[in-house]
């Protein structure tokens, strides 16, 4: 049945007897390719039935469907004509894992980033408003702890503000982020779970009055009595927002029913949908800590995982709890991701200090800051991507005050799979213009290791340290130092051509080149400055000794390290050229980490090659015109 879907026409044209093959087909595809290559299976798992009403109520595109966040798609990517290509699913070429508009017009924003999907809709509809098109609805789906997030609070209080704008906003309520929600919101949303909606008593009362007249005021003005009775502190309606639910998301004939009736009121409507994290595969039901939300590849038929090894997150998972053994002022904060960031390992050790503030990434870095005020220090763990979301909290709630906080960046650099959104390639570069800020980056794990504990060593102001995803990189010994810098490779020549600066786990691209480069008679030097923000002012005097300084680093080149070393020698009044090699300021395809860097020629033989080609240019004779 699945593979005759090529659009939501299609859906909408089955008999209701029939949604449940479906269901159970779109189930089965979910499964089944998210066991060969990972993916967001849980989340997916559990809005089947809620994406098929949405596409049997309203008109995609006309009626755009916005995701937030758009991990919840897969089943939207299913419905919309793209389930002969799902088996690809983030691989390079396939299918992204969020929605993209360059897949297809069903997908009218790629928003990853969580929260954001009402500020997009309260934008949407205003503008179908100006532009007299006033047979289209917006549909928003917030869930899976999205509503944690503050930004779309601020939404909702725009969007309770103009009663015109029809807007059905469908709140994917099944108690769960990336672990159980925590906070006020999900403890107000566990309420209404085991609540009966009011709605059904003011029906029911309806119906026994009919069209009185002069009882209807009557009936409205027991409205909020009767809905602190049924379902206590209904927020939205106080919000002004009207709102129809808790229903159960799994029965698609009542999620239909509520959608219609949202629908027809042509004004802001929630409706709150009741669902279960990984529904329909019990090794996702049963998962404890995140109910399949994100895995990696697994046994389709035991949900176990296949072994991924040692990641530079178990590093920092266990030097962070044997840091908090030894200080007692150690706290760690999690913006809703404590098992990907590594946090759990404290959480368990320290249950006293660890904080979950949800996707919240601004009110982590400010309330990292009060921390470091009361007398702490504490720990945020996000990924790099997410930084971008609190920097003004961080210059000016952290930094401003010089307070020692650590931000520990995961997923730094190129990450491949989850795609553009994902990748952690702008930190290097905003966070060069955070006054006082120190930033590590390590090579391997050994490095990880020694630079956390400096880091958290700071007690004048804020700390950075980075390091990428997927498995630890092999160990590479210093042979020697410069300053606070360790060498890696000493220059064979007397006059060295090249100082290779590698940042972090970049140096074993900078020492594969350094072997290439000594083949074709270059002779080169290779460090690792350990410590990028601020650099080693013995950085000078090594690049005084070279012909030409090569800075490569896994971040966009601009603004970043490669810029740093440039202005550094330039203030020094030394003109010995620099070149900076980095990811290009593009938002990249999804693909796997090492294909992307070959694509972009981080790897030790592109470097080589360009590096062989800049030094030849430095060497060819300058001919005059005659």
């Not at 809620?50 to 008109?59: E, G, P, Q, S, Y």
């Not at 980033?113 to 179908?128: I, M, P």
């Not at 946090?343 to 400010?366: C, K, M, S």
């Not at 690049?543 to 030409?548: G, I, M, N």
Request: net charge negative.
């Amino acid at each position: 049945m699945l593979g005759s879907v090529k659009g939501p026409h299609d859906v909408k044209r089955l008999a209701a007897e029939e949604l449940p093959r479906l269901a159970g087909e779109v189930r089965d595809l979910l499964v089944d390719s998210c066991a060969k290559f990972g993916g967001h299976l849980g989340p997916n798992l559990g809005v089947v039935e809620l994406t098929i009403a949405i596409h049997r109520v309203f008109d995609s595109p006309r009626d755009p469907v916005v995701w937030d966040t758009g991990h919840q798609g897969y089943v939207h990517k299913l419905l919309t004509g793209r389930a002969a290509g799902f088996d690809a699913l983030k691989q390079e070429g396939g299918l992204s894992g969020y929605p993209s508009r360059a897949e297809s017009e069903h997908d009218f924003v790629e928003n990853s980033h969580a929260s954001t999907a009402l500020s997009y809709a309260d934008g949407l509809a205003k503008a179908f408003k100006l532009r007299g098109e006033h047979d289209r609805t917006v549909v928003a789906v917030i869930g899976d702890g999205a509503l944690t997030g503050g930004m779309a609070w601020e939404a909702l209080n725009n969007i309770a503000g103009a009663k015109d704008l029809p807007i059905v906003i469908v709140v994917n309520d099944n108690g769960r982020s990336y672990s159980p929600t925590i906070g006020g919101l999900a403890s107000h949303l566990s309420s209404l779970r085991v609540n009966r909606r009011y709605e059904d008593m003011l029906e029911y009362v309806k119906g026994k009055i009919g069209n009185v007249p002069v009882l209807y005021d009557a009936l409205h003005g027991i409205k909020k009595g009767v809905k602190d009775v049924i379902a206590p502190q209904a927020m939205f309606e106080d919000l002004g927002l009207k709102y129809v639910g808790p229903i159960d998301g799994h029965d698609e004939q009542a999620m239909e029913a509520a959608l219609r009736k949202a629908r027809g009121f042509r004004g802001p409507v929630i409706v709150h949908a009741l669902t279960q994290k990984g529904r329909g595969y019990s090794p996702a039901e049963n998962h404890d800590e995140d109910q399949f939300h994100s895995p990696g590849a697994f046994d389709r038929a035991t949900g176990a995982e296949k072994p991924k090894g040692r990641v530079w997150t178990n590093v920092f998972s266990e030097e962070l709890v044997r840091l908090g053994r030894e200080r007692d002022d150690l706290v760690a904060i999690t913006a809703a991701m404590l098992h990907p960031t590594g946090l759990a390992a404290f959480a368990e050790a320290f249950p006293e200090r660890i904080y979950d503030v949800g996707i919240a990434e601004q009110h982590a870095l400010t309330s990292a800051a009060g921390l470091a005020l009361g007398g702490m220090h504490p720990v945020v763990a996000v990924y790099a991507t997410f930084l971008n979301r609190a920097f003004d909290q961080l210059l000016m709630d952290v930094a401003l005050h010089r307070l020692p906080v650590t931000v520990v960046l995961d997923r730094a650099g190129v990450t491949g799979d989850d795609g553009a959104s994902h990748n952690g390639m702008w930190d290097l570069s905003i966070l060069q213009v955070v006054p006082g800020l120190r930033v590590a980056v390590p090579r391997d794990g050994e490095r990880l290791t020694e630079l956390l504990r400096e880091a958290v060593a700071v007690s004048d102001g804020p700390t950075v340290l980075r390091f990428p995803k997927g498995p630890v990189a092999e160990a590479a010994e210093a042979v020697g130092s410069l300053g606070t810098m360790d060498v890696l490779r000493e220059p064979a020549a007397d006059e060295p051509d090249v100082l290779l600066v590698g940042v972090g786990p970049m140096t074993r691209a900078c020492l594969d080149a350094a072997v290439l480069l000594d083949a074709q008679g270059i002779s080169s030097t290779v460090v690792d400055p350990r410590w990028v923000k601020p650099l080693d002012e013995a950085l000078v005097g090594a690049a005084r000794a070279h012909k030409l300084v090569a800075v490569v680093e896994d971040n966009g080149r601009v603004g970043a390290v490669g810029d740093a070393v440039s202005r550094l020698l330039r203030d020094a009044d030394v003109d010995v050229p620099v070149r900076s090699y980095g990811i290009p300021q593009e938002f990249l395809d999804h693909a796997k980490r090492a294909a992307i860097l070959g694509r972009i020629g981080l790897t030790g033989q592109d470097l080589a090659r360009q590096i062989t080609e800049a030094v030849a240019r430095r060497s060819s004779p300058v001919v005059s015109p005659s």
